[in-house]
Every structure is written in C-alpha cells, then in structure tokens.
C-alpha cells in the first residue's frame, strides 16, 4: 500500500482487501448469493485503485468483475467513480462521501454494441471499523432501478 493522498483522506478507511458474502436478486434472474474481495489501494496519487471479484461459495465459479478508481470529486464531501465491467459496461458515478458512508449515483452508463443493457446503477457503502457493508440497484432497459446486490466484508489487510 502506498501513502496515501491528502485529497484522499474521507476516502481513507476504504484502504485495505476486504472479504465476504452477499446475496443479490433481481427481476430478471432468482435470488442468489455470493462470496466476494474488495480491494482498494492508495498509489500516493489522488485516487484509489478499486477492483471486485466474486464468485459462487460452493464451487468457486466467477460470478462479477469490476475494476476502476475512487477519487475525490469537485468540492468537500464528494466523492466520483470510474469503473469497467465485463458484460461491456462502463460507469461513471458521482456522490457524496460523509464519515465511513459513500453514496454514488451513475451519471454516465456505457455500453459496447454486445454489452448488457444497464442504464443506471446507485451504490451505498457503509465503513465501521473492520467492516464494510454496501448495497448496489441497478436499472435496464425495460427494469426500472431496484435493489440488486448487498454485501458484508471484513477488512483482511
């Protein structure tokens, strides 16, 4: 891990791999769950380094990857986000940061000509102490935004 940024410090209990479990839904597919790693890393530049892997608990069969950067956004308090997707998504977001809680709604959703067709994603995420819980709704074309995923990891390092 690298030092960290001063622009970075609302941001700062972020750092560190985290792990665990969650469950998700969503009207077009059955209820599930899941087991999960978080990473975020500071570079000593002014973002951090984001990615997210998770995977069946029973088999080990990948289920979802993110991969992208937390930064500071324009003014105090706010917060923005960079990521790619595998199903031919990009998200870029934009929220507040407040204590351990980050809100971030998209404001632009983009898709390759094959990728998925999502529209929207607001994500929730919750940092007390060793603990990291968060919530992801998402929207497409033809589902308006609702719940999709909720997780609860343990910081591992």
Not at 14 to 22: D, H, K, S, T, V
């Amino acid at each position: 891990m690298g030092q960290i940024h001063n622009d970075l410090e609302p941001l700062a209990a972020l750092i560190g791999r985290w792990e665990g479990r969650g469950r998700g839904s969503y009207p077009t597919t059955d209820p599930f769950t899941y087991a999960e790693e978080m990473v975020f890393e500071s570079v000593g530049e002014p973002y951090l380094l984001y990615s997210a892997r998770s995977w069946a608990p029973d088999d080990q069969t990948p289920i979802h990857f993110e991969r992208g950067f937390f930064f500071p956004g324009t003014g105090p308090g706010r917060v923005e986000l960079a990521l790619a997707h595998p199903l031919g998504v990009t998200e870029i977001a934009a929220g507040t940061v407040s204590g351990g809680t980050i809100e971030l709604t998209s404001t632009v959703i983009g898709r390759t000509p094959s990728g998925s067709p999502v529209t929207g994603l607001d994500r929730r995420y919750q940092v007390e102490g060793d603990s990291l819980t968060y919530e992801v709704d998402m929207a497409m074309k033809q589902v308006p935004m609702v719940f999709h995923v909720r997780g609860q990891l343990r910081r591992m390092g």
